[in-house]
Structure formats: structure tokens, C-alpha cells
């Protein structure tokens, strides 16, 4: 059975980078067909969809949040990450990580980590 | 981008009831449409892809239909269980939008 786990500092200062990686057991971020992917949403808010990534490199992200997000894959530790720098409270969210579907462009989401809460707050 | 708008944004409904919630794309997205459930606290729970594909162990009481601009996740018989928030998300375009969700309570 897949899982995913995300980790990461729960409390960022305003203005610094957000750090996020999510630990993938049970498969394997180098399956061919799949992707990666990072969702978050504000507290009593809908979701909103950040980027995925696919395990050749090549990555997409929300056209809202694309100047300030990197997201990369580390096959050799089954792991992919989140970056997202110059923070505000608006950013304070739970961020999901969560495999995308085989074969979609851009993905649903058929896998999902539980969540982890990140607050933007000095 | 393509914008998601669903409704109702709360449904209160009882047990046994049969219950629709309907998702609506700015623009048509064949049938590149996915419905999610969340609970609170929990990530979210793939149930329909495809527009009306069911997820592997999801509850044959969950269907789905649509295609273009107009979608709809219909529950056949309100459990206990179902008392949630659902969520459309569209992945035809660059930007796989989701809609603003819909909250499902017990009447």
C-alpha cells in the first residue's frame, strides 16, 4: 500500500522559505507514468493545487505561485520536495503531498499524505 | 484558468436521503473531472475520476456524470459516513483547479 509522509518546519518566520519533503514508501517516485504532487489549504478554506513533479525532473506549478516555488524529486532517497520562498501569512496552510494518477497531465490525485500544518507567523 | 464553481457550498440533508451537488468549469473540460471527500482533519479521499469513474473501494452509492461545462456527484442514499465536504477538480488545462467545495450536514 502507498504511503506518504510529509515533514517540515511547522512555524516560518515571514519573508524566509518554506521546506517541505514528502517520504514515499510502498512505491516508488521513479515509476514510470506518475507524478508528485503538493496541495495545500488555508485554515476552514478550499484547496488549492501548488505544482507536481515527475520523477524525469520536469515540473509544473500553479501559474499564481510559480515565481516563488521549486519542487524537486530525490529518487535515491524515494522522496520529493517543496520550496517556497519569501513567505506570508497568506501562506499559512496545511500542505498535502500526494501522487498524482498514472498518466495525466496535469494529474488528479489518487494518493494523499495526511497533512502537515505550516504557519507563517514571526 | 479555468474556473470551478460548485453548489450548493452547504447541503443539509438526512440519512437515507438521496443527495446532488453539482460542479460547473469556466470553460469545457471534456470529462477530465475528479470528486473528492474530505473530513475534517483528514486529507482528502479520491472517489470519481473521469467524471464518472469510480475509485477502486469507493462506495457504489457515489456516481458521477457530466461532461463539457456541468458535472455532478450524486449519493444514492446519505450514510452516516458521507457527512463531509466534497471537492470537484478539473485536470484538463495546466492548472488542475479545484472547485470551492461543498459542505454536506446532517439535517
Known amino acids: 500500500q502507498l504511503q506518504l509522509q510529509e515533514s517540515g518546519s511547522g512555524l516560518v518566520k515571514p519573508s524566509q522559505t518554506l521546506s517541505l519533503t514528502c517520504a514515499v514508501s510502498?512505491?516508488?517516485?521513479?515509476?514510470?507514468?506518475?507524478?508528485w504532487g503538493w496541495i495545500r489549504q488555508p485554515p476552514g478554506k478550499g484547496l488549492e493545487w501548488i505544482g507536481y513533479i515527475y520523477h524525469s525532473g520536469s515540473a509544473y506549478y500553479n501559474p499564481s505561485l510559480r515565481s516563488r516555488i521549486t519542487v524537486s524529486v530525490d529518487r535515491s532517497k524515494n522522496q520529493f520536495s517543496l520550496n517556497l520562498n519569501s513567505v506570508t501569512a497568506a501562506d499559512t496552510a496545511v500542505y498535502y503531498c500526494?501522487?498524482?494518477?498514472?498518466?495525466?497531465?496535469?494529474?488528479?490525485?489518487?494518493?494523499w499524505g495526511q497533512g502537515t500544518l505550516i504557519t507563517v507567523s514571526s | 484558468d479555468i474556473q470551478m464553481t460548485q453548489s450548493p457550498s452547504t447541503l443539509s440533508a438526512s440519512v437515507g436521503d438521496r443527495v446532488t451537488i453539482t460542479c460547473r468549469a469556466s470553460?469545457?473540460?471534456?470529462?477530465?473531472l475528479a470528486w473528492y471527500q474530505q473530513k475534517p482533519g483528514k486529507a482528502p479521499q479520491l472517489l470519481i475520476y473521469k467524471a464518472s469513474s469510480l475509485e477502486s473501494g469507493v462506495s457504489s452509492r457515489f456516481s458521477g456524470g457530466g461532461s463539457g461545462t456541468e458535472f455532478t456527484l450524486t449519493i444514492s442514499s446519505l450514510q452516516p459516513d458521507d457527512f463531509a465536504t466534497y471537492y470537484c477538480?478539473?485536470?484538463?488545462?495546466?492548472?488542475?483547479?479545484f472547485g470551492q467545495g461543498t459542505k454536506v450536514e446532517i439535517k
Open positions: 470553460q469545457s473540460i471534456s470529462s477530465w
Open positions: 477538480q478539473q485536470y484538463n488545462s495546466y492548472s488542475g483547479t
Open positions: 510502498g512505491g516508488s517516485v521513479s515509476s514510470g507514468g506518475y507524478s
Open positions: 500526494a501522487r498524482g494518477a498514472f498518466g495525466y497531465k496535469p494529474p488528479y490525485f489518487d494518493y
